[in-house]
């Protein structure tokens, strides 16, 4: 069946380096989803990629999704103790089902 | 305006009870998902809904897990004769319809309730 992996499963930076976390598809996605979840929190949707190479930014995170639309990433510049969580990505095929990557958890040390 | 609320927050039971765990979806949305959360860990895909029906259960980890949806809003996860392997987060998503498009359709972004603590003894 599908699956999304996704890489790494933890990092630890000090704060002002930058960060990414990578997300491969085993199967063609129609749209990638990115979500962020705080220590205690519920996933909180971040943004939603669904042209081939598209790339969107928010302020300091920059979202990717592959020419293929197999990978996409999540890049962080500066990182501040803000961006502390956990960050998912989720491909979707087309229909209502949505396959969450295992995340990566992201420390940021002062 | 209200978000995506689950009920109880909180619940701790013994092994063997059943438990029913709910969520109440945001108005007008026409997907429902259930996932589960183990310490630590990624979002476990359970089951999701488009209106009342279930395409897909694949998810269910036994014929213990069972779940429904009525009115096309509050949907109720229950689990008979829990295990300790049950317990975990359980967490509530609904999103809108999926946005069709010329060559293409794909789903909409999930919004999550906070989730229910499930603890077995």
């Known amino acids: 069946g599908q699956q999304v992996m996704q890489i790494p499963q933890y990092q630890h930076v000090q704060e002002g380096e930058d960060f990414t976390t990578y997300c491969n598809s085993s199967?063609?996605?129609?749209?990638i989803q990115w979500y962020k979840q705080r220590p205690g929190g519920h996933p909180v949707f971040l943004i939603q990629?669904?042209?081939?190479?598209e790339v969107k930014k928010q302020k300091r995170l920059t979202f990717q999704f592959g020419e293929a639309k197999k990978n996409s990433s999540l890049h962080i510049t500066a990182t501040q103790t803000t961006d502390v969580g956990t960050y998912f990505c989720a491909g979707n095929t087309g229909g209502f089902k949505t396959i969450f990557g295992a995340g990566t958890r992201l420390f940021v040390k002062a | 305006g209200a978000g995506v609320s689950q009920s109880p927050s909180n619940k701790v039971t013994e092994k063997g009870k059943d438990v029913e765990l709910r969520c109440d979806p945001i108005s007008g949305h026409t997907a429902l998902y259930w996932y589960r959360q183990s310490l630590g860990q990624g979002l476990e895909f359970l089951i999701y809904f488009q209106g009342n029906s279930a395409p897909d259960k694949s998810g269910l980890p036994s014929d213990r897990f069972s779940a429904e949806r009525t009115g096309g809003s509050v949907s109720t996860l229950t689990i008979q004769r829990t295990q300790q392997e049950d317990s975990a987060v359980y967490l509530c998503a609904s999103s809108l319809d999926r946005v069709t498009g010329p060559v293409q359709e794909w789903a909409q972004p999930q919004h999550f309730g906070d989730g229910t603590r499930l603890s077995i003894l």
């Open positions: 990629l669904v042209k081939s190479g």
């Open positions: 199967t063609t996605l129609s749209n």
